[in-house]
């Protein structure tokens, strides 16, 4: 008889397991605390909310949830073809861009291969190249920032795909646009580039640290494909939705390998009507830019050292990050502890309401200093 172990693939087993950040519900119930009072700044999902006319199209998509979804993701392609000036069929849509990530594991890794990657970068990269039997080979980032030259090096005929995100997921750092392109050009051809863009939007336009627009790249034929996502700037992460773009052969790839129903039709029908939303995502921008200046400035007043920030959260160097970790959540704060990314001296807190950031640093400066403030 064997187990049920046993007849398991042998890399199943060995296969690394994605830690999500607590939902409030469990930490209520762990700690006794009531829900209400509890925040979750803790997985970068956007404070303002769901984008108000993603959501009055998701509620008219549910009268027709009897009806399978559009598999093709037709309306949307083509919204998003507008958008990009690209064609429908360069663009690929995903339960989330969390799929995206590994349905280009599915297309492009065998045995064996080898994926190039920073360190430390969003946690899905590893877990993908591990799903496939890839190496991971991880490049160490310098000042919390992405080192495309020790990355290029790291790239053997062995490599198939690079996961670079610009901003970094859990830094916030980027790297410029002139070095971002320069770096896609100086691929091998049998490389891969996978440009993750889920915090692109929260860039400002403009300077040199400026999003790069990597549409030149896929028209001069390079293997690359950009991720975006609707969870953050858009606010729809339980829905669960993103989308890549790149040549229309690369989106095919990826098309083929996808399940035929992979995004539902409520999630479709608020990234369609999301797109539209100028008026909650420019508030959303500036909102965060307010919130990134607070956290850092009253950070440096408790003499906490942050690493700036592009995106919508921001690493904040607090000693022993377990332990911080801890005593927020016992006062109703919910943060990203970083040891699973190597930064044990580190929180991540995603960028909250002005009201929620006020509290996350009215509980850490009494965390910090616990005399100055008598309980
Ligand atoms: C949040 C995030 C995503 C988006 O994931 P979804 O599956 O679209 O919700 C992708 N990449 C990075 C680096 C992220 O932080």
Known sequence: MHSIQQ???????????????????????ELGLDPDGIIKIASNEN???????????????????????????????????????????????????NELL????????????????????????KLVALLFGATPVEVPLVN??????????AITPKTRIVYYASPNNPTGTVNGAKEIMEFARALPPHVVLVF??????????????????????????????????????????ALRIGYGYASAELAALLNRVRQPFNVNAIAQAAAIAALDDGE???????????GLAEVETSCAKLGLECVPSRANFMLVKVGDGARVFDALQQRGVIVRPLRSYALPEWIRVTIGTHEQNARFLEELGKIIFPRANPQ
């Not at 690209?86 to 690929?92: D, K, S």
């Open 196 to 237: 993750d863009e889920a915090y692109a939007e929260f860039v400002e336009a403009g300077g040199k640290d400026a999003a790069p627009d990597i549409r030149p790249l896929i028209a001069e034929g390079r293997h690359v494909i950009g991720l975006r996502t609707f969870s953050k700037l858009y606010g729809l992460a």
């Open 102 to 125: 590994e349905l280009a594991g599915r297309v492009f890794l065998r045995p064996g291969d080898e994926v190039v990657m920073g360190a430390p970068a969003f946690a899905v990269y």
């Open 144 to 153: 919390h920032t992405h080192d495309l030259a020790a990355m290029l090096r």
């Open 7 to 29: 007849l398991a693939n042998p890399s199943v087993l060995t296969q690394p397991v994605y830690e999500p950040g607590k939902p409030i519900e469990d930490v209520a119930r």
């Open 47 to 97: 404070p303002a909310g769901p984008s108000p006319l993603g959501i009055a199209a998701a509620q008219r998509a549910l009268s027709q949830a009897q009806l399978y979804p559009d598999g093709g993701c037709v309306a949307l392609r083509a919204k998003l073809a507008k958008k990009w000036n690209l064609a429908p069929e360069q663009f690929v849509i995903g339960n989330g861009s």
């Open 280 to 290: 909650f995502t420019a508030r959303c921008l500036r909102e965060n830019k307010e």
